[in-house]
């Protein structure tokens, strides 16, 4: 279709009818929003209870721009970050106020996934957490507005979150089965942080030197309204429907805010770095030529922080850095971004979508910096592969249905086939994620951390006749930036990517996916389970 999409010429991606008239928007007139820290309704010291509403308001993204019609929790966009510290008996009611109609185009059906219901989906996950299943935003879990209508698996209004992760950067988004993409590119997404007393002792930049930077990348229609890739007004008989393979903003944004600047003191800073975005993948470099520290992965801290040059996010990965600005009085730093999207054999970006934000060192340094980016962090014991009681063989593949659509699965099965993976409540498994297509997939599991063993190349063509991995090179150590608690992992084309991870502590259904959130939506996300 012209577009960087690789649909098949059946295929309607709608990006050839709605090309949307380009904003180009002046780049550093905004300051990036500090988001705000949610207050509890009630806090004893057993338990600490929140409401959090889901409503459509108007928000300004740009200066130049109108304000634009979003999604938010609690009137914010992105929603606000909800802290916590390690341990911390947590309940929040995620209440659905939003309007009947979708903001964005939903389509009529997605495989596997019904979208019939008229009124707007939602289910919340906290992305990362250890969470009971009931809790934890099954994709089917979801609830309309009042839970007028809940879906097949919907157990509880108020969900329970025990946090007994150790310090980390999590965060929150929509869930529901086949919207997903709609409802986080609407603006339902925010920071969860857990906190614990071993992270106080680090000394590390904190209050206001302590700063989550949320990416996404939109595309704007002149009237400042979000623009996403129209499906046809009913289902093409024999299409039954369309999809989009991918979505690929324009704009870059940082806590909803388009290009922003922050000013910052000549010090050390502490930056949560997530990337929220659909399908776009980040590498990002100071202009300054300046390291980042990197200090932690999705799970937390890492052994030793790390001085890194660039770091590759892709959808769903998280960064804990410290940037030091100390001398650096009067300067602008740009953080840009080179990644090819999609990822990793599509276009460079170009100077819009290469350009994230800007720091400004013009702040007096209020008081001297005393924090520090310590030599150590936290032990990190390693997964031992001979712990491991099961060995997973899980295919990442291209498929085409009779409909000539072509999507993408998990293991050459559907949402809806049977649930193959089922691992034992305190075993430990090593899954190996055999990557036939030729994109790099982030695969997300729900409920637990792992840890990357390695990546291997193998010949692709060979294993899709005989189904037997040929090994083309040597295993690869996952790179520096990656070694540590991770959820999210990038699986590359013409690799195999193994990971080691313990199930527990809980039982129960979760699910296992692809962080692209177009691929999730189409059929890339299976459940698994874990038995006692
Ligand atoms: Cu970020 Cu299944 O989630
Ligand atoms: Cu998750
Ligand atoms: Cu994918």
Not at 46 to 72: I, K, P
Not at 164 to 193: E, K, M, P, Q, S
Not at 194 to 209: A, F, M, Q, V
Request: proline share 8%; net charge neutral.
């Amino acid at each position: 279709c012209g577009s960087k999409c690789k649909c098949t010429p059946k295929n309607q991606c709608g990006s050839k009818e709605a090309n949307p008239p380009k904003m180009i928007l002046s780049k550093f007139v905004d300051e990036l929003p500090i988001l705000p820290v949610l207050k509890p309704r009630w806090k004893d010291q057993f338990h600490t209870y929140y409401e959090v509403n889901m409503t459509e308001f108007r928000q300004s993204l740009h200066s130049e721009l109108n304000d634009t019609t979003v999604w938010g929790y609690e009137g914010s966009y992105p929603g606000p970050t909800i802290e916590v510290e390690s341990g911390e008996k947590v309940f929040i009611k995620w209440i659905n106020n939003l309007p009947d109609k979708h903001l964005l185009p939903v389509d009529y059906t997605v495989h596997g996934a019904h979208v019939d219901v008229p009124e707007v989906r939602t289910v919340v996950h906290v992305h990362g957490a250890s969470v009971e299943w009931e809790s934890d935003g099954y994709p089917e879990a979801w609830f309309t507005k009042g839970f007028k209508q809940v879906g097949p698996y919907f157990r509880k209004q108020i969900y329970r979150y025990d946090n007994d992760n150790r310090a980390c950067t999590l965060w929150y988004h929509d869930h529901a089965l086949g919207i997903t993409r709609l409802n986080v590119y609407a603006g339902l997404a925010g920071f969860y942080l857990i906190r614990d007393h071993r992270e106080r002792l680090l000394n590390l930049p904190s209050g206001k030197y302590e700063v989550p930077l949320m990416i996404q990348d939109k595309t704007f229609n002149k009237d400042g309204s979000l623009y996403y890739p129209k499906q046809p007004e009913k289902p093409v008989p024999e299409l039954e429907t369309s999809i989009v393979p991918e979505f690929i903003g324009d704009t870059i944004l940082v806590n909803g805010k388009v290009w922003p600047y922050l000013k910052v003191e000549p010090r050390k800073y502490r930056f949560r770095l997530l990337n929220a975005s659909n399908t776009r993948f980040y590498r990002l470099k100071l202009d300054s030529g300046q390291l980042f520290y990197q200090i932690g992965t999705d799970g937390g801290f890492m052994q030793h922080p790390i001085g890194v040059k660039e770091i590759t996010l892709a959808p769903a990965e998280r960064a804990d850095v410290i940037i030091d600005f100390t001398n650096l009085e009067g300067k602008n730093i740009i953080m840009t971004n080179d990644a090819p999207a999609p990822f990793p054999t599509g276009d460079p970006p170009d100077e819009n979508t290469g350009t994230v934000m800007q720091f400004r060192v013009i702040l007096p340094l209020s008081s001297v910096d005393t924090s520090v980016i310590p030599a150590y962090l936290m032990p990190l014991p390693k997964i031992k592969e001979q712990s491991a009681s099961k060995m997973r063989y899980l295919t990442l593949n291209d498929n085409m249905d009779k409909y000539g659509r072509e999507f993408m699965l998990l293991d050459n099965k559907q949402w809806d086939a049977p649930i193959t993976e089922n691992p034992k409540l305190g075993s430990t498994e090593i899954w190996y994620l055999i990557n036939l297509t030729t994109d790099t997939h982030p695969i997300h599991l729900h409920l637990i951390d792992f840890q990357i063993l390695d990546r291997r190349d193998f010949d692709v063509e060979k294993y899709k006749k005989e189904k037997m991995i040929h090994y083309t090179g040597p295993a690869m150590p996952p790179e520096p930036q990656e070694r540590g608690w991770k959820d999210t992992v990038r699986a590359n084309p013409n690799q195999v990517t193994r990971i080691i991870m313990k199930f527990g502590p809980y039982t129960g259904l979760y699910v296992w996916h692809c962080h692209i959130l177009e691929h999730e939506d189409y059929e890339m996300m299976r459940p698994y389970i874990v038995i006692r």
